[in-house]
């Protein structure tokens, strides 16, 4: 199913609503403090946000790094009221299509093993499983390592 959303650029006065998503989707969620800080001073990390045509209710954000030529999706994210419905894979595009913009030659990312619904959605988009980290995640669970070429 293809989404019918809007990616764009995050905002501060879009943090609250993403802080919502992440507090609802990660066992060990971001801060507000660091997201809000990263969002106004660090030059390597690129946020987005995607939102309903219509009203602009925000779905779900992305958070890539990108040094040089290479990219690192640090978290993507969809509202639980809207999973399911190809936005996690429009935010994915999203940054995809980015990098490519930027002459990227690589993103990387890490994923834990037991998310079975992320893992297929970076395969659809050509990633693959190139390593593990173990004991990645604070509770112990191993996370793949998962690398695209462009």
């Known amino acids: 199913m293809s989404a019918n959303v809007l990616v764009m650029p995050m905002t501060m006065a879009d943090l609250d609503p993403v802080i919502d998503i992440v507090n609802a989707s990660f066992t060990s969620p971001w801060s507000k403090a660091w997201m809000a800080g990263a969002l106004q001073n660090r030059d390597d990390c690129f946020f987005s946000v995607s939102k309903l045509p219509d009203t602009q209710q925000i779905t779900g954000f992305a958070v890539y790094s990108f040094v040089i030529d290479q990219a690192h999706v640090m978290n993507i994210g969809v509202d639980p009221a809207f999973r399911k419905q190809g936005i996690g894979a429009a935010l994915l595009q999203a940054i995809i299509a980015e990098v490519d913009a930027k002459n990227g030659i690589q993103i990387t990312l890490e994923v834990r093993k037991s998310n079975v619904?992320?893992?297929?959605?970076?395969?659809?988009?050509k990633f693959d499983v190139i390593g593990t980290r173990p004991r990645y995640y604070k509770d112990g669970e191993d996370a793949y390592i998962m690398l695209r070429e462009s």
């Open 117 to 125: 619904a992320a893992l297929a959605l970076y395969q659809a988009h």
